[in-house]
């Protein structure tokens, strides 16, 4: 894209004297006519995206998928959450191994017991834990009980493990 | 400026204090002095360190230096649009029918599959592949027919999820195996939540598009930030935090926001009062604002130590009722106006 | 101005005690245009009524009579096509041909793109929360009366010590020739935002193989991004990964603005780097000194976009590329760059380089 014009002035003579000055426009047009090309783009459509919480926004996207339902997200992934003890306490179990595991053999074998919801305040928190107390000593005597019916069981699956 | 020799500027200009002497604080006199010192290309004059160590034993008013926090919870949710805006991306919407490439349908249907079948009765319908423009044809007869009509439901962004969430639905009734069970997928959560409706303003689960701030109410009635006297070797951050802690409670997950005050308000008293342990006349409280944000939590007033009996979650407006008017008026500006 | 100056002074100066008290709490004598705007009931009523702002006042009865296309279908004589719509040269011919198109904001220019269809998600946190906190963080005190040391030239001259060093150009900086950019102090007119993000995929069996690699990439790329890929051809020559200046098309770019920019950066970020595995984050020394920080996605990371995942049968297998994304910010130094993106949410780990 060139484009060539030069402004003479007819009157560059020091005789001004004339009312107006003419000014004339010597064109050279060399400038070649430039394609306005349609710019491209591809088909957009409007999705709502749904986080794991139930939060939603909506957003341009070549998918033609109407709703989008994440299942992780930022919302329940613990590095957006440092400090969240419900994602800290999770289990990676994409596959569902843990869950098929657990069926079995019961809850007993998990490294660390369910631990008491945190983050309750002031006389609630008391009371739960005095409830909470009494539970784990129920839950104890189950747990002893639930080792003891399956520990012929465990023995046989670690050795199957083990081949 | 004029040249005239007037008589209220010359009696002003004696009445004015030096610069150095005022308007500059002390330990930023210190800062200026030692700055001066240590670049060595520029040339110290004596003045000012003399003048600093003279200003020095001059003693001012004195005033109770107290340590703010201005505790929010940022905006949860997108602002609502007004009603040009819903126009104006409605009608880009349906321009952008016509301008962007056809959609590639069998990139994503394969052909006769019964996703394909439902997506053509589905277009033949709409007569478009967008769900959210209404029925509109972008290459027929009557594409000129663009606009909306007033009252139209269509630049709505609850139709335009409904749209997409009942087609979502139709989709899977149509394409699944089993015609018993009917697919339902959840809307969205209203904008407006329950505190909202109930005026509930120690929530926060309230005004979701407003940035809130702890407001706190002391035994005398009087509303504030939260914020009490820095103690000595304390920053105005730790104080912050101190303050807080000892207002609110340690159940909330905060951020402070930097090291610098955003804000402060500058309290005289009516008459300078005397404090008896040290001898100090204290002219009033000057309080700087330290900004902090909360994650998680909320506040707690059962335990605190700092004589409050209320607190309440406020946008800016609302603090307008609750505040005395020098004092949110120092504030004002500090706040988010969303 | 000029009469009002020393009665500002003279109020200053005046000893608290000849003020009267009552106004010496609030109020100033100074008047401000801001104080009378407040006193006024909203900030809309200095428009007029019937803006765009307020809606129409067009009952609505009226309206649902009205039909334009039975309107249109009533007439007797149809209009020509050319008397209602209005086509743009389909050149341009310069400034002095007498058929000028029409600016690429007019929706019949050629040029005209759709212009933004929803209010951005991500643009309305930085506003209303991460800008503020970010020039809260990078405030710096100085006091008044405060003048910064005087620095070195940052292109250094030369000592006249030959006579050869008369009219030469200024030297580099010691230890290398790049001129960083100016880190200005952060203000309200210059808080760090994102500004564009680049997606480049090297496809290396494009120039091994044949170029269907390159149109799956291009597609791939096209789908996550909404935008259409430019495609570049390799200027080295590298025998080993055979290619040569010129020949093959080696790599395809979408370059993301604006609303695109946006929708991709948040989808990133809430949907697909959450879905990553075992994925530490963005690695603390990336970013090119200048504000722009890139980082990588493998292939099979790419893969979990949701817009490939719809139909990721239609790629073939092992085609889809991985990609570098770069975030391109407005911020001047890569400190600035990584406080703006880690405060959006992207995560960070390692040592930090700044």
Not at chain 1, 139 to 151: A, G, H, K, P, Y
Not at chain 2, 110 to 122: F, I, Q, V, Y
Not at chain 2, 180 to 188: A, T, Y
Request: hydrophobic share 35%.
């Amino acid at each position: 894209m060139s484009l060539h014009t030069t402004l003479r002035r007819t009157a560059a003579s020091p005789i001004i004297s004339q009312g107006t000055t003419a000014t004339t426009f010597i064109c050279t047009q060399c400038r070649h006519a430039t394609l306005l090309r349609r710019p491209k783009r591809p088909y957009t459509f409007t999705q709502l995206i749904t986080l794991s919480d139930g939060s939603t926004f909506t957003h341009r996207t070549t998918s033609p998928l109407p709703v989008y339902r994440s299942t992780r997200d930022t919302r329940n992934s613990l590095m957006w959450n440092p400090t969240s003890n419900k994602l800290r306490n999770m289990e990676d179990d994409e596959a569902g191994r843990l869950a098929a595991f657990r069926a079995k053999f019961g809850r007993n074998w998990d490294a660390t017991a369910p631990a008491a919801e945190e983050g309750v305040e002031g006389e609630k928190e008391k009371e739960e834990a005095r409830k909470a107390a009494a539970k784990e000593a129920e839950e104890e005597e189950d747990n002893l009980l639930d080792l003891i019916s399956s520990f012929g069981q465990e023995e046989a699956e670690s050795g199957k493990k083990k081949k | 400026m004029s040249s005239g020799s007037n008589g209220a500027r010359r009696v002003a200009s004696i009445l004015r204090p030096s610069i150095a002497e005022q308007r500059v604080c002390k330990s930023c006199q210190e800062t200026l002095v030692r700055r001066n010192y240590a670049s060595a290309a520029t040339p110290i004059s004596p003045k000012p360190s003399s003048s600093a160590s003279t200003t020095f034993p001059v003693v001012g008013p004195t005033y109770t230096i107290n340590a703010g926090v201005l505790l929010s919870r940022p905006p949860q949710i997108t602002r609502d649009l007004t009603d040009f805006e819903k126009a104006y991306y409605f009608y880009q919407k349906r321009l952008n029918e016509r301008l962007a490439l056809p959609f590639t349908k069998y990139f994503y249907f394969k052909r006769g599959t019964p996703l394909d079948e439902d997506w053509k009765r589905k277009v033949r319908e709409r007569q478009t592949a967008a769900r959210d423009i209404g029925k509109y044809n972008a290459y027929g007869q009557e594409a000129w027919n663009d606009e909306l009509l007033v009252g139209a439901k269509e630049s709505e962004p609850e139709y335009i999820a409904e749209a997409l969430i009942s087609d979502a639905e139709s989709t899977a009734n149509n394409t699944s195996q089993d015609t018993s069970k009917q697919e339902s997928i959840p809307r969205p959560h209203p904008r407006v939540t329950e505190a909202d409706k109930k005026g509930d303003t120690q929530s926060l689960d309230r005004a979701l598009q407003r940035t809130l701030y702890l407001l706190v109410q002391s035994k005398e009635g009087y509303w504030k930030f939260p914020s009490s006297p820095v103690a000595a070797d304390e920053t105005i951050r730790l104080a912050a935090e101190r303050t807080l802690e000892q207002s609110a409670g340690v159940n909330m997950n905060t951020f402070m926001v930097g090291y610098h005050p955003v804000s402060h308000y500058v309290y005289n008293a009516r008459k300078p009062k005397t404090d008896e342990t040290t001898g100090v006349t204290l002219a009033g409280e000057k309080t700087f604002f330290i900004k902090g944000r909360i994650m998680a939590g909320q506040a707690d007033l059962s335990a605190n130590t700092q004589n409050l009996q209320n607190f309440k979650w406020l946008a800016k407006e609302e603090m307008a009722k609750y505040l005395l008017p020098p004092y949110y008026a120092a504030i004002k500006n500090a706040l988010a106006d969303r | 101005m000029a009469a009002s100056e020393p009665s500002r002074y003279l109020a200053r100066s005046l000893p608290r005690a000849i003020v009267p008290a009552a106004r010496s709490q609030g109020l100033c004598w100074r008047r401000h245009a801001s104080d009378q705007a407040a006193a006024k009931p909203s900030a809309l009523s200095d428009l007029e009524s019937d803006g765009l702002l307020k809606g129409t006042t067009t009952p609505v009865e009226a309206a649902k009579s009205f039909d334009p296309v039975a309107r249109a279908r009533a007439r007797k004589t149809q209009l020509p096509r050319s008397r209602y719509q209005f086509r743009s040269p389909k050149y341009d011919r310069g400034p002095l041909h007498p058929h000028r198109p029409p600016p690429p904001s007019d929706p019949s220019s050629r040029l005209f793109v759709p212009g933004p269809f929803s209010l951005s998600r991500v643009d309305q946190t930085h506003e209303s929360t991460i800008a503020s906190d970010i020039l809260t963080l990078c405030y710096v005190h100085n006091p008044p009366g405060f003048k910064p040391p005087p620095k070195a030239p940052r292109l250094r001259t030369w000592d006249d010590s030959s006579p050869y060093h008369k009219n030469r150009s200024l030297r580099g900086p010691r230890g290398g020739d790049v001129l960083r950019l100016l880190r200005k102090p952060i203000t309200f007119n210059n808080i760090p935002k994102l500004e564009r993000i680049t997606i480049h995929s090297y496809v290396k069996n494009a120039a091994k193989e044949n170029s269907g690699w390159l149109h799956v990439a291009g597609m791939a790329l096209q789908a996550i991004s909404n935008v259409k890929v430019t495609t570049y051809r390799s200027k080295t020559s590298v025998a080993k990964w055979y290619i040569s200046p010129g020949r093959d098309a080696v790599a395809a770019k979408a370059e993301l603005h604006g609303e695109d920019m946006e929708h991709f950066f948040g989808k990133l970020l809430d949907i697909v780097m959450p879905r990553l595995k075992d994925w530490p984050g963005v690695k603390g020394t990336s970013g090119d000194s200048s504000g722009n920080i890139t980082f990588g996605l493998e292939p099979e990371q790419v893969a979990l976009f949701p817009e490939i995942e719809v139909n990721y049968d239609m790629y073939p297998p092992q085609m889809i590329p991985g990609c570098h994304i770069t975030l391109h910010t407005t911020a001047k130094t890569d400190k600035d760059a990584r406080l703006l993106l880690s405060a959006m949410g992207v995560p960070f780990y390692g040592k930090l380089v700044d």
